[in-house]
């Protein structure tokens, strides 16, 4: 083996980078927190990140705001039973396709990018990317959420019935049912961000992401016996985080509970997937 | 410290890589050459652990990449110069990284600082040219000061200046003692910045040496004009030396020395017009050493006579 001295040190740049060399390892361990926080600086780094957590509030809000404008247009109909949402959550079901796409993007961004080749360079212990992954895409949209929700809620009442807001916003059932709506997009980004693992391509995890959110109610239409286990299924157990009174749904924690079984078990799938295949 | 123990990687029934057993040692420069397709690429993704082997081990410092507690600090990697998102700011792709270990946002302007990137730092990289991309992938290798660098392809893209400049940062990292492994597909790049070099051609190790020894071997021949080739030709075939008549009517004469030739002229009065010594290019001995990837399967350097003037277009 020769060791050759070069004659090229002269070179500012380089003899920065030898001074900066000599003063011992910067940093410490690689660590599930410092996955983390690079996860959140990636996610906060990127534009798309706020437009599509911006579209997702402003989902909500939207739709919500236009039922109780609806709703106050209709008051033709005193039969209508009063809702106590005043139709403030009925945007949940444009939202959680946002969502969804905000963990998605997480993902397959890196792949379409190749930026997942460093990433995984710096986090070779391929789990914890997943974990963080999870852990942020979720953070965020659950903070979005929670915003659209309450304003959505406030928005729609000072519009519909001004005079419930106040009576219908300590509700127990009512706050349940918001949260729960939060809480429901918040798993669904998680849901999306081990979709894009799974399938690593936008497209292909968009797709999967309506499959497992509308096709199981479909084929539980068809199949016998599907009854039974309609409540079970991903959507319908989301549904029942939203719902306010006793309905043919699981009760809301149950609902809680089955939904996050399905995050955590396609995390899961995720995880393996990830850690077996070559990048 | 790199060691490869009989590496091999199958796609499929392709090999991409073939029982490679290769050390690669501190404190030089070691250049991975071998044709687009030879297997460099998925090698160094296997030595970071981004790639699965089928059989044998990779080790850095004497561990898999991923079993080190702080993986940056041990390999700085640069596989692809374009792997950043384009609506990132290099400094933020820089700090998503340094992040993961936790290694502060000043190391990261130091890094920036050294690749020359500090003015775009906070541009987005989707404007940034193919240099400074890769400018900012060596940056990104630099971050964790890793004792070990793979790097594939750096050179790719710069400008001579750039050229220029990241030669001297290879040999000035492998004069601290870093292990600095380098893959090229151009035999003259690395001649220029290696102490050493690995060769292989369709996944299989071709050449483990040093430059010098790489250099050393290439045999030289000697073109010689004369009135008289027929003549000539007897007499270095009687002289035990072999000789061929070239299109132009010259000799290549080989295992004689242009002395010993004028000499042989001079015995016999044969008339020479020209004497040249011709010494096969680096290049030259590498193209011809991986167009033959399949025959060669030792360590040994063998620059086949034929090598000389060989035209490149011929090689696949």
Known sequence: ??????????????????????????????????????????????????????????????????????????QANPQAPADPLAGALTGIGLAQLLAAALGILAVTGEYATGTIRPSLSAVPRRPA???????????????????????????????????????????????????????????????????????????????LVVAILYVPGLLALVVPGGDAAAPYLPANAGSALLQLGPTTLLSPLAGLAVLSGYSAGISALAAVRLNRSDV | MIQLQNLTKRFGRSTAVADLTVAVQPGAVTGFLGPNGAGKSTTMRMIVGLDRPTAGTALVDGRPYAAHRSPLHVVGSMLDSRAMHPGRSGRNHLGSLAATHRIPPSRVDEVLGVVGLAEVADHRAGTYSMGMSQRLGLAAALLGDPGTLVLDEPVNGLDPAGIHWMRALLRSLAAEGRTVFVSSHLMGEVALTADRVVVIGRGRILTDTTIDAFTAALETATRVGTSEPGRLLAAIGEAGADASVEPAGTLLVRRMEPETIANLALERQILLHELTPIRPSLEDAYLRLTADAVQYDSASVSTPLSAVGTPTEEQP
């Not at chain 1, 600086?41 to 039922?67: E, M």
């Not at chain 1, 419930?164 to 669904?188: Q, S």
Request: charged share 10%; proline share 3%; with cysteine.
């Open chain 1, 1 to 74: 083996m020769t060791v050759t001295t070069s004659s090229h040190h002269r070179t500012s740049p380089v003899q920065a980078a030898r001074s900066s060399t000599r003063q011992g390892p910067p940093g410490g361990r690689l660590t599930l927190g410092g996955v983390v926080d690079s996860e959140w600086l990636k996610a906060r780094s990127l534009r798309s990140t706020w437009y599509i957590a911006a579209g997702l509030v402003g989902a909500v809000v939207g739709i919500g705001t236009i039922n109780a404008v609806g709703a106050v247009l209709g």
């Open chain 1, 129 to 207: 990317l997943v974990v963080a992954k999870a852990l942020v895409a979720g953070a965020l949209t659950l903070g979005a959420a929670v915003a659209a929700v309450a304003a959505s809620f406030t928005l729609a009442h000072m519009i519909a019935d001004r005079d419930a807001l106040a009576a219908n916003a300590t509700e127990p059932t009512v706050l349940r049912a918001l949260a729960g709506a939060a809480v429901y997009l918040c798993l669904t980004a998680v849901v999306g961000a081990a979709c894009g693992w799974l399938l690593r391509s936008t497209m292909g995890a968009t797709a």
